[in-house]
């Protein structure tokens, strides 16, 4: 047995709203008992096949990149019905509100969002474009092919950094790819201490990330996130860069790679970071439309965002919203 982890994130590039980070942990078996405790681990496409598709052209369920699967105009249907889905087989409850979701997703610890005026108040239901009755029967299918098999979706969870303490990493760290990798590695961090706590282990723990912008070294990185444990090298370059540590019997893998939603678990976790990152966009636009009838909702990308902030100027300065709650500098 192994643990499979995939990481991505959404929302690197724009001014507005927040970065998010996901991540979706998974039970899996190997290959093929003969080939060792750190071989490769399964290809859940392959396990999954008849609940599962790397596309949306049937009624499976979609599991890609989130910018497969997502268009502004084309709503967030194959978003939710991934996303959600996923999100009650391993909370045990459908999420159907703005903030029970991101309460299930553990994606604002600090609570950060209760001290900005557009998610406060905010609570839409869910889902918004998937039909409810879908997702039940979605859910049942899934759960079916995941026991068939021995496969388990264990968790998924996400990290929000609003634009205050994006701006805070970028300053400390220099470059917002270095604050990306950061909440990149504790967010896997995290993961590993709560299934490496789990009875079932010690077992391998395989990670893959989508690599981080033109990065190609993350050892120092992953080094001062585990001090207690000596990072190995496997490989670093602009395809794929790798990296173990730990005895056998518990060996983790991190390996941050070019297209890592390639791999369902990776893919999974685009999917919730954006679907997260639309909600939070959406609550946004909706404050500042009652604030400024008629003005045009944004993506927070940089072009558009400077648009937008110079539609709301007057009001900002009206609710004395600190520029830097608004703004990511970077």
């Known amino acids: 047995m192994a643990w499979m982890i995939g990481i991505d994130e959404a929302g690197y590039g724009p001014n507005l709203g927040p970065l998010v980070v996901a991540a979706t942990a998974w039970r899996v078996q190997r290959f093929a008992p003969s080939a060792g405790r750190n071989a490769p681990p399964t290809d859940l496409y392959a396990q999954l096949a008849d609940a599962v598709s790397s596309n949306s052209i049937d009624d499976r369920i979609a599991i ?26 391993v909370r045990g409850q459908a999420a159907t509100r703005w903030q029970h979701f991101w309460d299930a997703t553990l994606a604002d610890p600090a609570g950060h969002r209760h001290r900005l005026p557009w998610y406060v108040d905010y609570d839409c239901p869910l889902p918004i474009n998937a039909d409810a009755t879908e997702l039940a029967d979605l859910r049942s299918t899934f759960q079916t092919c995941c026991e068939k098999a021995n496969v388990a979706l264990v968790d998924i969870r996400a990290r929000a950094v609003f634009p205050r303490e ?64 000596w990072i190995e090298t496997q490989v670093e370059s602009r395809s794929a860069s790798r990296y173990q540590w730990g005895p056998p019997e518990r060996r983790t893998e991190i390996t941050f790679r070019t297209q890592g939603e390639a791999e369902l678990p990776t893919a999974l976790a685009s999917m919730s970071a954006k679907y997260l990152r639309e909600l939070a966009m959406r609550a946004f636009n909706e404050f500042w439309n009652e604030k400024v009838p008629g003005l045009q909702p944004t993506a927070g990308y940089p072009v558009d965002a400077k648009r937008f902030r110079a539609e709301i100027a007057d009001e900002q300065r009206k609710l004395s919203i600190d520029d830097r709650d608004l703004w990511r500098t970077r």
């Open 64 to 89: 890609a990149d989130s910018k497969l699967l997502y268009k502004p105009r084309g709503g967030l249907r194959l978003l939710e019905r991934g996303v959600l889905t996923g999100l009650e087989v």
């Open 166 to 229: 994006f701006n805070d990493l970028t300053d400390r760290y220099g470059t917002k790819g270095a604050a990306l990798s950061h909440v990149s590695i504790a967010l896997a961090k995290d993961i590993v201490k709560l299934l490496s706590a789990n009875p079932q282990s010690p077992v391998p723990i395989h990670i893959t990330c989508d690599k981080h912008g033109g990065r190609n070294r993350y050892a120092a990185l992953l080094q001062h996130h585990f001090p207690d444990e």
